[in-house]
């Protein structure tokens, strides 16, 4: 049973370029949350999405910011202009219900924008 | 509203002591889950727990869903420097859907 798979680990992008960062669920899990994590700070939410529908986008920016999670694939979070202030470790986690419960974290993917 | 207040913010202890963290909100939750972060990981799912007044145990972890459903506490006996790390409650609030999480809880275990 693979686990929440992100990637990239590492994703290095310079000031105006796009950023898409991938996130595929636990098998059988059809809810997935995105995280930002800045250093030495706790968890933000940003946004929840089931298949083909996002449910709640309250925790995103709201420009330059998007998220999907199409019926085949994997969800994707884009971030298009990135700005220094990206710069952060970016975590999905997936869920088989509607709630998080027992919600399962991937490894990361940490942006930094030079 | 939804936030999750958690507290201590960082804890300093000594090998084999015990410790003790909580997380509270505003709000009525329908689960507690608790989390620990190692450095340059994802958050691991430690302990859930479903039901007001519910006391579940994983090995030298115990949590508690508080009967109110507004609270949360971790208890870790007998400390090990393994055991360093950040700790976060989280949760679905009953009137969202959403999972929320708390600052998270830094300990350090000194041998």
């Known amino acids: 049973n693979a686990g929440v798979m992100q990637n990239p680990r590492h994703l290095v992008r310079r000031r105006g370029q796009e950023a898409r960062l991938r996130c595929s669920p636990m098998?059988?899990?059809?809810?997935v949350y995105w995280y930002r994590q800045l250093p030495e700070e706790g968890l933000k939410f940003m946004v929840y999405l089931q298949k083909e529908n996002i449910i709640d986008e309250s925790g995103m920016p709201k420009e330059r910011f998007s998220a999907e999670f199409p019926k085949e694939g994997p969800s994707i979070l884009r971030i298009q202009q990135v700005v220094r202030g990206d710069s952060a470790a970016y975590f999905c986690a997936s869920s088989p219900l509607r709630g998080g419960t027992e919600a399962f974290f991937g490894q990361g993917t940490r942006l930094t924008v030079v | 509203g939804q936030q999750l207040n958690q507290s201590p913010q960082s804890m300093f202890i000594q090998e084999g002591e015990d410790v003790s963290m909580n997380c509270t909100s505003s709000?009525?939750?329908?689960?507690w889950l608790w989390y620990k972060q190692d450095p340059g990981e994802g958050p691991v799912l430690l302990i859930a727990?479903?039901?007001?007044?519910e006391l579940t145990s994983n090995g030298r972890l115990t949590a508690q869903f508080g009967i109110t459903r507004k609270d949360s506490f971790l208890n870790i006996s007998a400390s090990i420097p393994s055991d360093v790390g950040i700790y976060f409650c989280?949760?679905?609030?009953?009137?969202?859907?959403?999972?929320?999480f708390g600052a998270g809880t830094r300990l350090t275990v000194k041998p």
């Open positions: 709000s009525i939750f329908n689960t």
């Open positions: 727990l479903y039901k007001a007044g």
């Open positions: 098998k059988g899990h059809s809810h």
């Open positions: 989280a949760g679905p609030p009953s009137n969202n859907n959403d999972m929320r």
